[in-house]
C-alpha cells in the first residue's frame, strides 16, 4: 500500500461486503475514501432481487451465514439487520434422472443450523453504504490500470464517460482475486509466484447459477417436507427453503455447470 501526504485519499475497489467494510472503517477513522464499483449497485456477489407480485427479496448471491461466522453476526447486530434461521425440519425430496420417480427421504444428519437476513444478504451493503458521505461511490467504474508514481498510485477507470485517471494514496483491491488478475493491468506486473496465486485462487462458487421461485403458500412445509430437493437431472439441482420472516412463500436452487473449473473467471 503506497500514501503519500499530497494524496491522502483511500480508493475502495469493490462495493461488496469487504469492500464496503474496508471503507466504512476508514470513513470513521477520518480518511478519506471513494468506493469504484463496475456494477450499477452495492452487494458484490450479494444480489437481493425483489421476486413474484409482492416483490419479495430474494438472494440470486450469496444466502446463508453459520455460527462461526461471527463477525457477519456482529456486523448485522451492528446495522440492525434481522436474521432469519434457515428451515431444515421435514423430509427431502430426491430426483435421480429425468424420467425416475421422485423419491423422499430423510436428510441423513440434522446440518449445521445457518441463518439467512431479512431482506436479503444484500441489505448489509445498503446500510452500510448509506453511512458513507454522497457522492462516496461511484458506481459502473471499472479499475482497467494501476501503475505507482511519486504522488502515490495511478489508478485508470473505464466509466460511461469514458475512460479517465486519477491518483491516490492507497489501493484497496476488494475483487476476486482471479478477476483482478485478468481485469487489471498491473504496472509493474506483481511477481509470477503472485500473479500464479492470483489466477488459481478460487472464488466461493463462481460457477454456480441461482434461482428462486414465490408461491401464494409454503405449501412442501404444509407436506412435512422441508424445501430441500436433490436433482441429478437438473437444470436445477438443489432447492432450498427461502420463506421470508412474514411467510412470503419462496424456494431457491442452485444450477451446477459441468466443469466449474474455468482458467478464467
Known amino acids: 500500500m503506497l500514501s503519500t501526504p499530497e494524496s491522502p485519499t483511500v480508493l475502495v475497489v469493490g462495493a461488496g461486503l469487504a469492500g464496503l467494510v474496508a471503507a466504512t472503517e476508514l470513513h470513521a477513522a477520518g480518511v478519506p475514501v471513494r468506493i469504484w464499483e463496475a456494477r450499477d449497485r ?3 456477489r450479494c444480489w437481493s432481487v425483489p421476486v413474484g407480485p409482492d416483490a419479495v427479496r430474494l438472494d440470486l448471491g450469496a444466502a446463508w451465514h453459520w455460527a462461526e461466522h461471527r463477525r457477519v453476526k456482529d456486523l448485522a447486530a451492528r446495522l440492525g439487520v434481522d436474521r432469519i434461521r434457515q428451515h431444515e425440519p421435514g423430509i ?3 430426483e435421480t434422472a429425468a424420467d425416475a420417480p421422485v423419491e423422499r427421504f430423510e436428510w ?3 446440518p449445521p443450523p445457518s441463518w439467512r437476513f431479512a431482506g436479503g444478504a444484500q ?4 446500510h452500510l453504504a448509506a453511512s458513507l458521505p454522497n457522492e462516496g461511490i461511484h458506481f459502473e467504474h471499472r479499475l482497467t490500470a ?6 502515490g498510485v495511478q489508478a485508470t477507470v473505464e466509466t460511461p464517460d469514458g475512460d479517465h485517471k486519477t491518483t491516490v494514496g492507497a489501493i484497496v483491491l476488494a475483487v476476486p482475486p482471479r478477476l483482478a488478475v485478468y481485469t487489471i493491468r498491473f504496472a509493474p506486473p506483481p511477481s509470477s509466484d503472485v500473479l500464479d496465486a492470483m489466477r488459481t485462487m478460487p472464488t466461493w462458487m463462481s460457477h454456480t447459477g441461482k434461482a428462486a421461485v414465490t408461491y401464494d403458500r409454503p405449501f412442501w412445509r404444509e407436506a412435512g417436507l422441508a424445501g430441500r430437493v436433490k436433482s441429478e437431472a437438473g437444470p436445477v439441482h438443489d432447492w432450498h427453503d427461502a420463506v421470508t420472516p412474514d411467510d412470503e412463500a419462496a424456494l431457491v436452487g442452485f444450477m451446477h455447470p459441468p466443469s466449474p473449473d474455468s482458467p478464467t473467471p
Open 146 to 151: 494501476l501503475r505507482p508514481t511519486e504522488a
Open 123 to 126: 441489505a448489509l451493503h445498503e
Open 108 to 110: 441423513p444428519e440434522t
Open 92 to 94: 427431502a425430496v430426491r
Open 42 to 44: 452495492v452487494g458484490g
